[in-house]
């Protein structure tokens, strides 16, 4: 027997969240898909758009917001640094006042709520992987900041909503997730890679390609952070959700290369300032505590991004995706 829940996913229309959506629909909950469309889109949404339980509300989270749900999965915020450091300023409201508003909105409730917190709160780590005892290594005056900060906030006020109001909270710390509905060009590796090899155009690496990253599929991130809100009232996180496998910048290019078929060659570009040269989550806590961790090969969640981004660029032949 299933419980039924009305549950509301803050950026419901982005990448993650709008499979976040599918996903409970799927297992029979109602959704509330709350967004600005700041960097998501209805189209993520639009085979949802019919469903009587499903149910989209434009709405920015920085404003208080008053409905009546179960659980909350907060998701609203720009994730690529293209989109982050657009309105610096709005990206630390979302993640703080946002964080304010919808813990607010559970205090009231009694609802239980999850936090999409982000690997870049470990900064550029001094600790490789990561666990989640380590406290990282952030800028807090450098280009990330206003999202790296604005996420660390986040978690603190997350955690101090428990303290003190006995909310009942889990924070995910997310490591790089690729996948269908992921935009088109705002910079992220797999995304930029893809689009550049399918238009056979130079694939640009930063550096010397040779800093490593670990790449979740979204299929994969969507069940762990199903399974982390199912977890018992005393867990709370913070729990690390990613890959922990490692692969180099330069690997996954050729990857992408040869998966494409492309004839594209790759360039080299200076690698941005505070651009963590090597990243990868310690996942023993999330085996522990939820069994989970992710099931799909790099090739095989590579070449279902590749088919969406195909479909994409059949569609817009000359798209560029704009914040
Ligand atoms: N994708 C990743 O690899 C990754 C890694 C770490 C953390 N995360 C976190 O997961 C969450 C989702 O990321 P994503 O990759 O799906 O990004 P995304 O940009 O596709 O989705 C974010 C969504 O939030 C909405 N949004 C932004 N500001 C808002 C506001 N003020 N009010 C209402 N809606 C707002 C956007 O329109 C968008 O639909 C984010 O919180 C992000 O920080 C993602």
């Known amino acids: 027997m299933h419980l039924h829940r009305r549950i509301l996913v803050t950026g419901g229309a982005g990448f993650l969240g709008s499979s976040l959506c599918d996903r409970l629909l799927a297992a029979g909950h109602d959704v509330l898909c709350v967004d600005n469309f700041f960097t998501g889109t209805k189209d993520n949404i639009a085979h949802l758009l019919g469903n009587p339980h499903f149910e989209l509300l434009r709405h920015d989270v920085t404003f208080p917001l008053y409905v009546e749900v179960d659980e909350i999965y907060n998701l609203a915020c720009p994730a690529s640094p293209i989109h982050y450091q657009v309105d610096p300023v709005q990206t630390t409201k979302t993640s703080v006042h946002g964080a304010i508003n919808v813990l607010g909105l559970c205090k009231r409730l009694k609802a239980k709520i999850l936090q999409a917190s982000t690997s870049e709160i470990y900064g550029d780590p001094v600790v490789h992987p990561q666990p ?156 522990e505590k939820l069994g989970w961790e992710p099931t799909t090969t790099l090739e095989n969640g590579l070449s279902k991004t590749i088919a969406y981004f195909e479909e994409l660029l059949r569609r817009h032949p000359r798209h560029v995706a704009s914040a």
Not at 157 to 186: C, E, W
Not at 213 to 222: G, I, K, Q, T
Not at 257 to 279: C, E, F, N, Y
Request: proline share 6%.
């Open 132 to 287: 989640e005892r380590y406290w990282g290594n952030v800028n807090p005056i450098g280009p990330r900041a206003c999202y790296d900060e604005g996420k660390r906030c986040a978690e603190t006020l997350f955690f101090s909503y428990r303290q003190q109001y006995r909310v009942r909270i889990k924070v995910a710390r997310i490591f790089n997730t690729y996948g269908p509905r992921m935009h088109m060009n705002d910079g992220r590796v797999v995304s930029n890679f893809i689009v550049q090899a399918l238009r056979g155009e130079p694939i640009t690496l930063y550096g010397d390609g040779g800093q490593t990253r670990s790449f979740c599929y979204v299929d994969d991130m969507v069940h762990g952070l199903v399974s982390l809100m199912n977890t018992e009232d005393d867990f709370t996180g913070p729990i690390n959700l990613g890959s922990a496998g490692e692969v180099t910048i330069a690997g996954l290019a050729e990857t992408v290369i040869a998966l494409t078929g492309s004839k594209s060659k790759t360039v080299h570009k200076p690698l941005p300032s505070d651009d963590p040269r090597q990243r990868r989550p310690d996942i023993a806590l999330a085996r």
